[in-house]
């Protein structure tokens, strides 16, 4: 990332969170990055689907 974005990213590896970006300089270097960086369209889905009901994820077994 650019100097002015290294704070957002320091920032969010220190806090243990997901930084969630449009920055073109964040998301091109997100893959050699330990935190989870992900465009604000990556993050709606995967929220999304953790608080869909007919997720798998948090449907109880059986389908029920």
């Known amino acids: 990332p650019d100097p002015a974005d ?5 920032l969010a ?6 930084l969630v970006t ?3 300089h ?3 270097g ?12 990556e993050f709606l889905r995967r929220w999304l689907g953790d608080i869909n ?3 798998p994820a948090t ?3 059986g389908g029920v």
């Open 6 to 10: 290294r704070m957002f990213a320091a």
């Open 13 to 18: 590896a220190a806090a243990g969170a997901v």
């Open 22 to 24: 449009a920055d073109r």
């Open 26 to 28: 964040l998301l091109a």
């Open 30 to 41: 997100r893959a050699g990055s330990p935190t989870v960086i992900l465009t604000p369209g």
């Open 53 to 55: 009901p007919a997720s």
């Open 59 to 61: 449907s109880p077994p």
